[in-house]
Nanobody, 123 residues
Framework: VQLQASGGGMVQAGGSLRLSCTPS????????MGWFRQAPGKEREFVAA????????YYSDSVKGRFTISRDNAKITVYLQMNSLRPGDTAVYYC?????????????????WGQGTQVTVSS
């Protein structure tokens, strides 16, 4: 499954962006989905994850209360609403699919990845 992330851009601190992630084709598998980000010179880090049903959601402490992950299974799209953005949120954001559905915060647990979308927050 190929994933396509979109919605990145440049915004001032305090602003908002909404990222979207859509697979290249509909599949019968039920994937848990996650968002990760990677800043220059840093390792890829977990941001948020959501179960197939949407009933279970996890966030990293750094984005809790500011970011919201959601999914629309009819549109097979996962969203990441990012509010109160900070310069420290600047990174390439990646969506990922987990076929096992463990809602992990670990990169290695995810089976498929999108190409990434750049988010830049200026002060």
């Amino acid at each position: 499954v190929q994933l396509q992330a979109s919605g990145g851009g440049m915004v001032q601190a305090g602003g908002s962006l909404r990222l979207s992630c859509t697979p290249s084709r509909r599949t019968s598998r039920s994937y848990a989905m996650g968002w990760f980000r990677q800043a220059p010179g840093k390792e890829r880090e977990f941001v948020a994850a959501i179960s197939w049903s949407g009933d279970t959601i996890y966030y990293s402490d750094s984005v809790k209360g500011r970011f919201t992950i959601s999914r629309d299974n009819a549109k097979i799209t996962v969203y990441l609403q990012m509010n109160s953005l900070r310069p420290g949120d600047t990174a390439v954001y990646y969506c990922a699919a987990d076929a096992v559905g463990t809602l992990s915060d670990t990169v290695a647990e995810y089976d498929y990845w999108g190409q990434g979308t750049q988010v830049t927050v200026s002060s």
